[in-house]
């Protein structure tokens, strides 16, 4: 399964800003997005379940601000980003894993099968 994340870009603190990750196959099961900056572990940001409940689990230092969906029929799952901040500033990754977990396993990279390549983000002040 290939990822691929898009929509990254330059924008200032208080703007909006839309990712979407689209995978080739419909095989997975959770959708997830990620973020990393220089020095810093990967920090999950929201899982989202493709099937079953729907479900959808956010971290706390986001789920104010930022919103997932889905688009099943295109594979596609989308993060928007609101009141962003400079401390947003990131490279934004989606993930994909075969399963749905439960909430710790859901914030672990390891947990996910596949990986998009990126989209770097940039909240100026």
């Known amino acids: 399964v290939q990822l691929q994340a898009s929509g990254g870009g330059l924008v200032q603190a208080g703007d909006s800003l839309r990712l979407s990750c689209e995978a080739s196959?419909?095989?997975?099961?959770?959708m997830s997005w990620f973020r990393q900056t220089p020095g810093k572990e990967r920090e999950f940001l929201v899982a989202v379940a493709r099937r079953g409940s729907g479900s959808t689990f956010y971290a706390d230092s986001v789920k104010n601000r930022f919103t997932a969906s889905k688009d099943n029929a295109k594979n596609t799952v989308y993060l928007q980003m609101n009141s962003l901040k400079p401390e947003d500033t990131a490279v934004y990754y989606c993930?994909?894993?075969?399963?749905?977990?439960?909430?710790?396993?859901?914030?672990?990279?390891?947990?996910?099968?596949?990986w998009g390549q990126g989209t770097v983000v940039t909240v100026s002040s």
């Open positions: 993930a994909a894993a075969l399963n749905w977990g439960a909430r710790s396993l859901l914030q672990s990279r390891n947990w996910y099968n596949y």
């Open positions: 196959e419909n095989t997975v099961t959770t």
